[in-house]
């Protein structure tokens, strides 16, 4: 079985510029997590999608952050424009249903660099 | 107070040791409860789901003690292999993981 895929694995960009990251799930998992893991922190929920949906995103700075999950499948987070602090490994994962005691996989991530 | 809390370490043991990491949540509504574990610059992965009765698997076993709200994870006989981070991870509700900084584990020859 194929795993969470995410591109790309590494972004450097410079301050106030823009940045998108792809992230495919697992084929049949209908919920999707964008994570931001700053280094030396554990990981931190952005945004979950249920299907098309969005369940909760009460952790996204929606003044540069943006994301998507169009037809419920693939989905992609956008920063517009970034800032120093941005600097993180954002981390998709997905789970089957989003149930209580679901599994939740991990894709590798994406290292973003703002310089 | 954090919703998760963790002994970020790291904790230097010799192979073969038994080495215990614990980990406290804040809400007392939190209905499920994981180990994550993750290397170096990897993705985190399913260590164990931790169950109020208590759970092993091979060298690892988990604890739950809802009425302190704390988890523990135990690994016996360590193996320079387990070096990694160790993440304690509560569900919330509403399906919302939320994520400890990780306990670091560094096991030496």
């Known amino acids: 079985e194929a795993g969470v895929a995410q591109s790309p694995r590494y972004k450097i960009i410079e301050k106030r510029q823009s940045v998108a990251f792809w992230c495919n799930p697992i084929?049949?998992?209908?919920?999707l997590y964008w994570y931001q893991q700053i280094l030396g922190q554990g990981p931190k929920l952005l945004i979950q999608?249920?299907?098309?949906?969005?369940?909760?995103d009460s952790q996204l700075p929606k003044d540069r952050f943006s994301a998507e999950r169009l037809k419920g499948v693939d989905s992609t987070l956008k920063i517009q424009p970034a800032k120093l602090e941005d600097s993180a490994v954002y981390l998709c994962?997905?789970?089957?249903?989003?149930?209580?005691?679901?599994?939740?996989?991990f894709g590798p991530g994406t290292r973003l660099t703002v310089l | 107070r954090k919703e998760v809390e963790q002994d970020p370490g790291p904790f230097n043991v010799p192979e073969g040791a038994t080495v215990a990491f614990n980990c406290t949540y804040s809400?007392?509504?939190?209905?499920?409860f994981f180990w994550y574990r993750q290397d170096c610059r990897k993705e985190p992965k399913l260590l164990m789901s931790?169950?109020?009765s208590g759970n092993e698997d091979g060298r690892f076993t988990a604890q739950l003690n809802r009425a302190s709200q704390y988890i523990s994870l135990l690994i016996r006989d360590s193996k320079l292999s387990d070096s990694a981070t160790y993440l304690c991870?509560?569900?919330?509700?509403?399906?919302?993981?939320?994520f400890g900084t990780g306990t670091r584990l560094l096991v030496s020859p």
């Open positions: 994962a997905s789970s089957f249903s989003g149930g209580v005691g679901d599994t939740q996989y």
């Open positions: 084929s049949g998992h209908a919920t």
């Open positions: 999608f249920q299907n098309n949906g969005v369940v909760d």
């Open positions: 809400n007392s509504a939190s209905q499920s």
């Open positions: 931790v169950y109020s």
């Open positions: 991870v509560v569900n919330t509700g509403f399906q919302k993981l939320v």
